[in-house]
């Protein structure tokens, strides 16, 4: 008892305390000082229309990559934990499978979804979206189609592949710049026309390994949980 | 002094001690008869018993280092004596101090306690455990006097404390400038010595003589010898410490002679003392007496 | 948007947070722990959107090819870190739910205090040490040694002053 | 070069799951060997002038960049062989491992992450590695796959998520008050805007987020659950070489953007009690890989102790005590690989494996600090340095490492005695375990007999590791001489 | 270019490598044993002060090697007591020790490595080369005392945690003394540390003192001392009990008298006027005298009684150093000597009665003398050193210690010391007779002398201290030398001891008049009367008791039954219960520290903290 109102009173008494701190900044007026230069210099140098994109793949773009081995570690830990081999056994096709509705709606929704993920992925430099929420929306699609027929789910290996060649291709994309002399990770192929779809360098190429690879990702690691049915 | 007046001195000093110490036993002897309403040994008593203990003609030994505890007994107190001055003789007083004549002392003790060990009879081991006892019990006022005479005379020697006493008469007595160290080194002379009420490593009666169980022959004799000179030497140190040593022979004897009669007198007055009263009673007053006698020569 | 509107995001930031680490520490079942984890990791991201907000300006994009951008436009830089800290979270929470799954597979719960109590046992039994209850004796061999055979007794006895 | 270090790992990590199965086994390690090479390429090009890379050639204030002084470059090299060292073993109780090539690329992960802690100069590219470091450790935690350690990784996830928010937290409050997330730029700013309450409460945050990893007191009771489920190569990476990282990130923080007494004194306060609470426990510990991790809570706390201290000496005193550490514990670590856990079943084992014990007497004396061995040098500079500093908090310090050094003395050579006892217990076999804790040795040795050699390099490192203002000017140099991002490249 | 130290060290090195290259060889000891005697013929043949090449800078610190005549007298003694140590191991005593399951090649290589170690301590000239030598002698005494059997591991263990203290103590003391002084070296630490503020200079004091007193066995950290070198194996506890814990006196010395200095030392009062850190010391050492003997005095196992001994005397050392006038220091560094020689005899004669008996059981013994004369003879000249009577050298060097305390007038102390040596006269009674005299025991009427492998040594090391004794001149020579080196005065000497008016010592005469004494006795015994009879040892009378003469009945158990009935209250056991109070504190402590790292819900503790934490910074 004595834990639990003390707990709570603890959890109260931190975010008050947070909140004193974070009341005394000028709320709506943060200092900005790198944000700003970037605001400014962003569409020049890198050429991105959308400037967190801008951000995300070029000012802070071993962030990402640091980010992206963080999903690729989760779903290696993952298998670790599961286990390679299937554990639990498949349900079988009567209690597993989804009923007529599910099945035709899956069917009309999986090129749908591929569709309205790669757009989003390609498009990340320009409009809000990229390469995580375009990556989320392809794993959605790869999921989608075992809600429905359980039996049916994309090969693990091939996601493997995905997943392992969409970050080395990130990776390999950073190296090359070294090639011309420039440090790690810097866009290549030149700003282009601010707003084109062909634009922003490499950048466009980037997000797209990177949404290969968090689909690829999510899905793996969607599905790995998926596998287990009631544990026996 | 020249090596060989040295070595007369030497050879000279424990005949006189001896002497002296033959008429000492006879005076404690007369004493207690005296106060036992008895008559007494004749004048050369003393003599004739050690001829008689050395004639005998069972000697039994229990082992070499049997015989050696006897001449380790006899010869430490004979060395011991050397190192008193007396009139006329120095010995090697200068060369030993007070520090290692009272460390000289204990030779005679330790060679005892080896032959009676040797004995094999676990009564001669109890009583020398008693007489250690006994030894850990008295020395303790004894060197506080040692320390307070010293540091009063500024000298460890006793040649020179002896000539420091003799410089004013009987004013410049140890006695008379450190009275309560003198009365303190009185108990500590008695209980060294040995007599009743300090005797409960002999105790006849009960451990049948302790130390002198296995001793027959002229091994008591020996002994006796022993006690002749131990009666001198101790005598000898406290006359040279408080009395003023020697300023000639029968000044000196008479000073010997008094203070071995003063705990001979009082012998008889008491009972035994148990080994642990022993401590007890050394303990008590005497040391008592003895700190605070330092205390005042110090202050 | 309003100062209040502004204050008012924050409190709920924090609430977040704060019911987010208060379900940390109450909770014992092992999903309700991921969720409540969730939940924190959400009052943080908006604490952070939060950060770079700037009264009166418009989203980092830049509309109309146009290069120069007379409207203020609210700091990138913490929007770019919250998609980041999204995905961190994704992970740390996929990889705890694996974890649970395993736990309540093997120990057959997802009450936490089972879960550790059987855990204790099984760190015991792995190393083949006695348990650590607080009854417990003090362990093992102790740098004194124990009473020996007479000798030793006596020499630990002392004269004291 | 320095990017590299980061990017050689995380690629082979990523490619590891898709190459045929011998390229699978010789990946791993010869990257790290690259690593390790580029490690020492870089602590010796710092000794002369510390090289910073910016990341995508942005300015500092606006991209992220990475700072390889000595320290770095020294840690980069120590990552490499450590990890080298410790590299999962394929076939742990004789039958291969199915799930090696996953264990490798977490362990590949773990060591880029560590690179990055090691090089990075901006604080949220610090805590995204920290946080991969995080993710991987707990997915090799879990890796020996028994339930036990499952559910102690899960109290380990939770406890690390937490701290990972509060560290967040910790960085909004600093990024929102100050503008920047670069540390060269806070390092700037911070006398005018981040000395204050609220700067340093953001300090006390991350302090406490990245305090989990690195064994702080507080937030450390995982580590006794998880070094005894774990395997004991995982512990030693995580006692070893992940913690240390932890702690020089927070050390970079100190050094150049919280240069007060408050912070150093929070520290100090932390680490004695982690000093205390980690040795005494220790001293009752009767499980090998407890007592281990109780006695690396320990030692890490005499290392917060030794960089709280202000100025070159301290970050001496703690390079030294962190790099000690890094060579014994997870040699340790090694020998409980081959020993199991139970002490009590150690007794005689110096009978049956005379090498693996006299290793550990050598550890054990250099743990606690025997003369000529390093840990002397180490609790050496450590007691100098707080000596150094005025009566008070800081003497009780020395007080705490000195008697504590006594306890640890009392249960490493309870050990000992019970290795050469006259008992019989049971011990398994296992030869690797020797040999790695051997090379560990070895090094223990090398650097007992080199130590005048190496005494003038670290002491180089210290002061380059203590100079904000060197930092600062290097970091906005890098500025001028990296070629301006405007459209110009092909 | 190799120096002489050099030369020394290199050769102190070889022996360590020799003896564990070669140790399964039979006559290894022979070896170790020239060594050793080659580092003796080379220590005394030293330049005073010897400098050695090998040193390093680390850190700004330099550290070097450089031999004064202060530490080439100590290790002198090291030196001889190990060589005496192998010889004694090379015969008979170590082909049984090799059968009885233990290590002879730990043994002699633990022996080469405690000698090694000693030197480098002895010629450190800088705090961290005497801190290395300071840990490295402290393991290798470890070692040493680790060799043979169950119970001399358990007993090394518990010296392990005041071996430790000592060294994190004095491991304190060095970074403090780096802070105040900013040096280490010994030249400019003699010049700095007297300038020292008081209050620094007792904190100095304080945690040298205590380092080094551990490992000299003062009270109150000397309750690891006994068993430790009690139970270690026969020529290990030889050594370990005549050097090992001197080196902590060696250190205590350097600091006090020539770091801190005496007179500087005695302005660190307590009591205004009253008693300062001197006297404190000297106190210490004084009951450190009397506690550990009157211990000894109720021990039933000869090492234990020797062990308690060895205690005890350490004290009269440091309190004649302490008294730092030429008499007392001379008198303390020269009982070390002294000491020495006698030590190492009384403990290889004990050992040597264990190896031939099987016991060193003070009840289990008795009547041996007239089966092993020579070893009696060893231990009877050895027990009349340790009592510190004439002739022996144990005297000397008491006598100097009592006479400087009469010079300075110290009344207290004096007695003190006084019935110290008391003590050990009732103890080592008690230990020569339970062993030597009394009844021989029925299964030891078959025992033999000990071999002359061990015999010798031991007559060496009792010759060595007879000699000593009639001349204390040879010894004094070297402790005029030490004296020197640490600034004290130097005690003019005559071959035969000290020339005074205020009472000297000519010990020359002394013995001589002892003998001829003796020679009397003799006459007097021999020469008149009867020749006696040679009967059988349990012929004797059994004082009216009902045993028949051939009943064995030795009076050995509570021999002091009359003393111990008036002091054994006084025997408390103080110090172990502070020591187990120390021990099970800890014990609790560590249980609720181990609680700590079992919490159920460790989030709770990040967020008290992360609250309390933010709480601090906002109400700062």
């Known amino acids: 008892m004595l834990t639990r109102y003390g707990s709570l009173l603890f959890a109260t008494g931190f975010a008050f305390l947070l909140f004193s701190l974070f009341i005394a900044l000028p709320m709506g007026e943060p200092p900005t000082l790198a944000g700003q230069a970037i605001l400014n210099e962003a569409a020049n140098s890198v050429g991105a229309a959308n400037i967190v994109t801008s951000v995300v ?11 992206l081995s963080i999903l690729f570690a989760a779903a290696t830990a993952v298998g670790l934990v599961l286990g390679g081999q299937a554990r639990a056994p498949r349900p079988s096709k009567e209690d597993g499978a989804g009923g007529f509705i599910l099945q035709t709606g899956v069917d009309l929704l999986f090129p749908l979804l591929l569709v309205v993920g790669f757009y989003i992925i390609l498009h990340g430099h320009l409009t809000p979206g990229g390469g995580f929420q375009g990556g989320v929306v392809l794993a959605a699609a790869l999921v989608l189609p075992v809600l429905a027929r359980p039996e049916e789910s994309p090969s693990p290996a091939a996601l493997a592949w995905v997943e392992g060649l969409a970050g080395a291709a990130f990776i390999a994309t950073g190296l090359a710049a070294l090639a011309y002399d420039h440090a790690f990770l810097t866009p290549l192929l030149g700003a282009g026309q601010l707003g084109d779809l062909f634009s922003a360098g490499t950048l466009p190429l980037l997000y797209l390994a990177v949404g290969l690879k968090v689909g690829a990702e999510l899905a793996k690691l969607l599905l790995r949980l998926a596998e287990e049915g009631p544990a026996a | 002094m020249s090596f060989a007046g040295i070595l007369i001195e030497l050879t000279l000093m424990p005949l006189v001690a001896f002497t002296i110490g033959l008429f000492m036993v006879l005076m404690m002897r007369k004493i207690a008869a005296k106060i036992q309403r008895r008559v007494g040994p004749p004048l050369l008593q003393p003599l004739y018993d050690i001829i008689k203990l050395y004639s005998k003609q069972t000697q039994t030994s229990h082992g070499l280092l049997h015989d050696i505890g006897i001449v380790m007994a006899v010869g430490g107190y004979i060395a011991a004596e050397t190192m008193v001055p007396v009139p006329g003789m120095h010995g090697i007083a200068d060369k030993a101090g007070l520090l290692t004549l009272a460390y000289v002392t204990m030779i005679p003790s330790l060679g005892l306690a080896l032959g009676v060990g040797q004995c094999a009879n676990p009564n001669g081991s109890i009583g020398i455990s008693r007489a250690l006892t006994a030894m850990l019990a008295y020395d303790v006022p004894f060197v506080i006097i040692i320390f307070g005479t010293a540091w009063f005379y500024g000298s460890n020697n006793l040649v020179e404390v002896v000539a420091a006493q003799q410089a004013g008469g009987i004013a410049t007595w140890g006695v008379m400038q450190m009275p309560i160290l003198a009365i303190a080194g009185l108990f500590s002379l008695y209980a060294m010595l040995g007599k009743q009420p300090f005797e409960i490593y002999v105790a006849p009666a009960e451990i049948a003589t302790g130390p002198m169980v296995e001793m027959g022959g002229k091994f008591l004799g020996g002994l006796f010898v022993m006690q002749c000179f131990q009666l001198f030497t101790a005598s000898a140190i406290y006359v040279s410490l408080f009395l003023g040593g020697g300023e000639n022979w029968p000044f000196f004897i008479a000073k010997l002679f008094f203070i071995i009669a003063i705990p001979m007198s009082l012998a008889f007055l008491f009972p035994r ?8 009673a050394v303990w008590r007053w005497p040391v008592i007496l003895g700190l605070a006698g330092v205390w005042l020569v110090m202050h | 948007m309003s100062e209040f509107g502004l204050v008012a995001l924050l409190v709920g930031a924090l609430g977040l947070i704060a019911i987010g680490i208060a379900g940390l520490v109450l909770a014992r079942n092992l999903f309700r722990l991921v969720l409540a984890l969730a939940v924190a990791e959400a009052g943080a991201n908006l604490l952070l959107v939060l950060a770079g907000f700037r009264q009166g300006a418009s989203a980092p994009i830049i509309e109309g090819g146009s290069t120069l951008h007379q409207v203020a436009m609210v700091d990138p830089i913490p929007q770019a870190m919250v998609l980041t800290a999204i995905v961190i979270g994704v992970g740390v929470q996929a990889l705890a739910l694996a974890l649970a799954v395993r736990a309540r597979e093997a120990y057959g719960s997802l009450d936490m205090d089972q879960l550790r109590a059987r855990m204790e046992a099984d760190i015991i039994a792995a190393a083949g040490t006695a348990p650590t209850t607080s009854q417990e004796a003090p362990s093992g061999a102790r740098p004194l040694p124990p009473p020996l055979p007479s000798p030793a007794r006596i020499a630990a006895e002392e004269p004291s002053s | 070069m320095i990017a590299l270090t980061v990017a050689l790992p995380l690629l082979a990590a990523f490619l590891l799951p898709l190459l045929p199965a011998l390229a699978r086994q010789f990946l791993g390690p010869l990257v790290l ?56 073993c394929a076939t742990p109780n004789g039958q291969p491992d199915p799930q090696i090539t996953r264990k490798h690329s977490l362990t590949l992960l773990m060591a880029a992450a560590s690179c990055a802690l090691a090089l990075s100069g901006d604080l949220f590219n610090i805590y995204v590695f920290y946080e991969l470091a995080a993710v991987a450790g707990y997915g090799l935690a879990a890796g020996s796959r028994t339930p036990a350690a499952q559910v102690a990784t899960f109290r380990f996830t939770l406890l690390g998520s937490l701290g990972s928010l509060l560290a967040l937290i910790g960085i909004t409050l600093i990024y929102f008050r100050a503008g920047s997330l670069n540390l060269a730029h806070l390092a700037e700013l911070a006398p005018s805007t981040l000395h204050d309450p609220l700067g340093l409460a953001g300090f006390l945050l991350i302090l406490l987020g990245f305090g989990v990893k690195s064994e702080l007191f507080l937030v450390n009771s995982w580590a006794p659950e998880v070094y005894a489920t774990a395997e004991s190569r995982v512990s030693a990476l995580l006692a070893g070489l992940i913690s240390k990282l932890a702690l020089l990130a927070v050390v970079r923080l100190l050094v150049l953007v919280f240069p007060v007494p408050e912070a150093s004194q929070l520290l100090l306060v932390l680490g004695m009690l982690g000093i205390l609470t980690g040795e005494l426990a220790a001293y009752r510990a009767r499980d090998f890989r407890r007592l281990l991790a109780w006695s690396s809570i320990g030692q890490l706390g005499a290392a917060f102790v030794a960089f709280a201290i202000p100025g070159p000496a301290g970050l001496m005193a703690g390079i030294a005590v962190a790099l000690h550490h890094l060579m014994v514990k997870p040699a340790l670590f090694l020998l409980a690989e081959r020993w199991g856990g139970n002490l009590a079943q150690l007794a005689g084992a110096a009978r049956n494996s005379p090498i693996a014990a006299a290793l550990f007497v050598l550890f054990a004396l250099s743990l606690i600090g025997v003369p000529p061995l390093p840990g002397f040098w180490a609790k050496y500079l450590l007691l100098s340095g707080l000596a150094g500093e005025p009566a008070g908090l800081w003497w009780l310090a020395g007080l705490v490492v000195l008697t504590t050094t006594v306890v640890e003395a009392v249960y490493l050579f309870r050990i000992i005695g019970t290795l050469y006892g006259h008992q019989q217990g049971s011990v398994m076999q296992s030869r690797t375990a020797t040999t790695g804790s051997g090379i560990f040795a070895l090094l223990l040795v090398g650097t007992a007999l080199s130590a005048p050699l190496l005494a003038a390099p670290l002491q180089k490192m210290a002061t380059q590791l203590a100079d904000t203002d060197g930092y600062v000017a290097q970091v906005i140099s890098a500025t001028i001489t990296a070629p301006q991002r405007s459209g110009t490249a092909p | 270019m190799t ?34 005697i080659a580092q003796l013929i080379q220590l005394t043949g030293l330049d005073l002060p010897s400098a050695s090449h090998a040193g390093f800078t680390l850190f700004g610190q330099l550290v070097g090697w450089q031999m004064d005549g202060f530490g080439r007298f100590f290790a002198i003694i090291t030196v001889g007591a190990a060589a005496a140590a192998t010889a004694y191991m090379g015969g008979e005593w170590g082909e049984r020790y090799r059968q009885a399951g233990h290590s002879l090649v730990w043994l002699h290589g633990a022996l080469a490595i405690n000698v090694l170690a000693m030197l480098l301590l002895l010629a450190g000239n800088d705090l961290i080369a005497l801190f290395i030598g300071w840990e490295l002698t402290s393991w290798a005494s470890f070692l040493l005392m680790a060799q043979g059997g169950e119970r001399a591991l358990r007993a090394a263990l518990r010296y392990v945690p005041y071996a430790m203290g000592a060294a994190m103590a004095v491991l304190g003391g060095i970074v403090l003394t780096h802070a105040f002084t900013g040096t280490l070296q010994f030249t400019e630490l003699a010049q700095r540390v007297p300038q020292l503020e008081n209050w620094q200079l007792a904190l100095m004091v304080t945690l040298f003192g205590v380092g080094f007193s551990i490992k000299m066995g003062l009270l109150p950290f000397h309750l690891w001392q006994a068993p430790a070198y ?59 005298i009397v506690l550990p003997t009157f211990t000894a005095l109720k021990q039933n196992d000869a090492r234990y009684l020797l062990a308690w001994h060895g205690i005890g005397q350490g004290g009269y050392m440091l309190l004649g150093i302490v008294i730092g006038d030429a008499t007392g220091s001379a008198g303390g560094l020269l009982h070390v000597f002294n000491y020495a020689t006698y030590q190492a005899a009384l403990v290889l004669s004990v050992f040597a009665v264990l190896h031939r008996t099987g016991t060193a059981d003070l009840n289990s013994l008795g009547g041996l003398v007239t089966r092993m004369p020579l070893t009696f003879l060893v231990m009877l000249m050895g027990i009349i050193g340790l009592a510190g009577l004439p002739p022996m050298n144990g005297f000397v060097s008491k006598w100097l210690v009592y006479r400087s305390l009469m010079i300075e007038g110290r009344p207290l102390l004096f007695l003190m010391t006084v019935i110290g040596t008391l003590g050990t006269i009732l103890s080592v009674y008690k230990l020569i007779h339970n062993t030597f005299l009394g009844q021989l025991r029925l299964e030891h009427e078959g025992i033999r002398e000990a071999p002359w492998s061990m015999t010798i040594p031991m007559l060496v090391l009792v010759g060595i201290g007879f000699v000593t004794g009639v001349a204390p001149g040879l010894p004094l020579q070297w402790v005029n030398d030490a004296q020197a080196a640490l600034g004290l005065p130097v005690l003019p ?12 010592l000519d010990m020359l005469w002394v013995v001589g008049v002892l003998f001829a004494g003796f020679g009397i006795g003799a006459l007097l015994f021999y020469g008149v009367g009867n020749r006696s009879k040679r009967i059988h040892q349990l012929d004797n009378y059994a004082g009216g008791h009902f045993l028949s003469a051939d009943v064995r009945y030795h009076y050995s158990d509570h021999f002091y039954a009359g003393l111990m009935h008036r002091i054994g209250p006084l025997y408390r056991g103080s110090f172990t219960r502070l020591e187990e109070a120390v021990a099970s504190a800890n014990d609790t402590l560590a249980a609720l520290m181990q609680a700590w790292y079992r919490q159920r819900v460790p989030m709770l503790t990040l967020l008290v903290a992360a609250t309390a934490g933010l709480g601090w910074m906002v109400l700062q």
């Open chain 5, 493 to 504: 000497h005559t071959l035969g001891g000290v020339e005074s008016s205020q009472g000297g």
């Open chain 1, 57 to 67: 793949l070029a000012y802070r773009g071993i962030d990402t990559l640091g980010e």
């Open chain 4, 33 to 88: 060997l690259a690593v390790a090479a580029f490690g020492l390429c870089l602590a010796g090009n710092a000794l002369d002038a510390p090289s910073v890379v910016a990341i995508g050639d942005f300015r500092p204030p606006l991209g992220i960049v990475f700072y390889a002084d000595g320290v770095a470059g020294l840690f980069v090299f120590a990552i490499a062989v450590v990890t080298l060292l410790l590299w999962p």
């Open chain 5, 3 to 36: 120096t002489p130290l050099d030369l020394l060290l290199f050769t102190a090195a070889a022996t360590v490598a020799g003896a564990f290259a070669l140790g399964r060889w039979r006559d290894i000891a022979w070896l170790t044993g020239a060594f050793y």
């Open chain 2, 273 to 280: 003392y148990r080994t642990e009263d022993v401590l007890a």
């Open chain 5, 230 to 288: 009690a139970e270690a194996a026969g020529a290990g506890t030889s050594f370990l009990g005549a050097i090992s814990a001197r080196m902590g006196l060696f250190a205590l010395a350097l600091l006090l008298v020539k770091f801190v200095s005496l007179t500087r030392l005695a302005d660190l009062e307590f009591v205004s006027g009253l008693f300062d850190a001197r006297d404190l010391i000297a106190w210490v050492a004084a009951f450190t």
